[in-house]
């Protein structure tokens, strides 16, 4: 069974800084695009930022471009997001998510929950104000 483990979150003042990581196992990591979603309470889960196979193409939404920054290790099945400059509306839960790559990155698909198909537990990142 595949298993994306995050961790690295927890509470941060609001300019700070914070690095995630999700460690994946039992799954071919260089075949799959990977991705952080999160959570605030009482919202719906949104993206953040994706990752190509290759880690050649990524994607942000807005509100993090220029803040957070997605990479990945292959040879370390782990996938990162740098977040600096933390603000209390980055307040959330944290999930990594996988999705088999097909032969060409489109950055709208990337950006869809849908599209794949394992998920981590999460990890909790609370910034305060």
């Known amino acids: 069974q595949v298993l994306l483990a995050e961790s690295g979150g927890g509470l941060v003042q609001a300019g700070g800084s914070l690095r995630l990581s999700c460690a994946a196992s039992r799954l071919t990591f260089g075949n799959y695009r990977m991705a952080w979603f999160r959570q605030a309470p009482g919202k719906e889960r949104e993206f953040v930022a994706a990752?190509?196979?290759?880690?050649?193409?990524?994607v942000y939404v807005d509100s993090v471009k220029g803040r957070f920054t997605i990479s990945r290790d292959n040879a370390k099945n782990t996938v990162y997001l740098q977040v600096n400059s933390l603000k209390p509306e980055d307040t959330g839960v944290y999930y990594c998510a996988a999705a088999l790559r097909g032969t060409r990155w489109y950055a709208d698909m990337a950006q869809r929950p849908n599209t794949y198909n394992y998920w981590g537990q999460g990890t909790q990142v609370t910034v305060s104000s």
């Open positions: 990752i190509n196979w290759s880690g050649g193409s990524t």
